[in-house]
């Protein structure tokens, strides 16, 4: 079946430790992203990426840092920079195109720093 | 970027049609109006889009005012299973950056 995974679906780390959050799809999707959200909030874009070896700050990507080294993951590292990494991190992916298309989103990981 | 607004809430009878309102008024030409609901600890889902035309699929109609400054999204009748998170979003089809708002929180009343 083809779709976008996110793993895991809990994580728990201790404060000052980097964590990678891994994103992978089998869409064929060219475009990806990040998005980071808290307790009855919208959305927020952190990073996203267009083509392989490219990608883009989002509007809150400090303290984050991404790859795009294969079409199918993007994977999103929150460092120790970051202040309040605690929250919900959803990776959706799209096909790049003018036509436009829809975005398909992860179920989410759900990150807790204690 | 073009921004959207949206009530943060509204309410409906289950059974009943829902009118979720949306305000673009900076959109520009090349803009597409897309909507996402997102059910609670999920990640959102594509409802529907347009760019100047009234739009119908399985889930829902979107009306797209003529001078396309708003739009509203309508479920022709509300089930519990509808009760969500609805984003309304502008896409510039230049550039692949997807940002999300608020969004307006549904509830259905039994």
């Known amino acids: 079946d083809g779709g976008i995974t996110q793993s895991p679906k809990y994580l728990f780390r201790k404060e000052g430790q980097n964590v990678t959050l891994s994103c992978e799809q089998n869409l064929n999707h060219d475009a990806m992203y990040w998005y980071r959200q808290d307790p009855g909030q919208g959305l927020r874009l952190i990073y996203y990426?267009?083509?392989?070896?490219?990608?883009q700050k989002g509007d809150i990507a400090e303290g984050y840092s991404v790859s795009r080294e294969k079409k199918e993951s993007f994977p999103l590292t929150v460092t120790s920079a970051q202040k309040n990494p605690t929250a919900f991190y959803l990776c959706a992916s799209s096909l790049y195109s003018k036509l436009y298309t829809e975005a398909f989103f992860g179920q989410g990981t759900r990150l807790t720093v204690v | 970027d073009a921004k959207t607004t949206q009530p943060n809430s509204m309410e409906s009878n289950e059974e009943e049609p829902v009118h979720l309102p949306c305000n673009h008024s900076?959109?520009?030409?090349?803009?597409?109006i897309h909507w996402y609901r997102q059910l609670p600890s999920q990640g959102p889902e594509y409802v529907i889009h347009g760019l100047t035309s009234n739009v119908n699929n399985r889930m829902a109609s979107l009306a797209i005012a003529e001078d396309r400054k708003s739009s509203t999204l309508i479920l022709h009748r509300a089930t519990l299973r509808d009760a969500a998170v609805y984003y309304c979003i502008l896409r510039d089809s230049g550039n692949e950056k997807l940002t999300f708002g608020t969004g307006t929180r549904l509830t259905i009343i039994p």
């Open positions: 900076t959109i520009s030409g090349t803009d597409y």
């Open positions: 990426s267009q083509i392989v070896n490219d990608f």
